[in-house]
């Protein structure tokens, strides 16, 4: 398995930015695809965003064009730039790898090392 760790969440406004990383210690993510996934209070946790080993990115289609997930190679290390957040988007994120190289996952059952998770509140 490979270890994940994500930061970056916080407290932020309905309407900000916030920027989330994940890195894989020891491991290069450019080897897996990675994905970030959120559970919000009292739901089941959803993917959001995926960027595979041959750096394709695709998303949630309520976060596309707010949301952005990139690679920092140099870094491994992999964020999520979101922008003019929501309270409905109040959740812990997770960040995940996959090593099956199975196209565009967005299954939970398809990541097999996970992080933690940072939570992220969005005040009204």
């Known amino acids: 398995q490979v270890q994940v760790k994500e930061s970056g969440g916080g407290l932020v406004q309905s309407g900000d930015s916030l920027k989330l990383s994940c890195t894989t210690p020891g491991h290069p993510f450019s080897m897996s695809t990675m994905a970030w996934f959120r559970r919000a209070p009292g739901e089941e946790r959803e993917f959001v965003a995926g960027l595979t080993f041959g750096g394709i990115t695709y998303y949630l289609d309520s976060v596309e064009g707010r949301f952005a997930i990139s690679g920092d190679y140099a870094q491994n290390t992999v964020h999520l730039q979101m922008n003019s957040l929501q309270p409905e988007e109040t959740a812990v994120y997770y960040c995940?790898?996959?090593?099956?190289?199975?196209?565009?996952?967005?299954?939970?059952?398809?990541?097999?090392?996970w992080g933690q998770g940072t939570q992220v509140i969005v005040s009204s």
């Open positions: 995940a790898a996959s090593t099956a190289h199975l196209g565009t996952p967005r299954q939970e059952t398809q990541f097999s090392s």
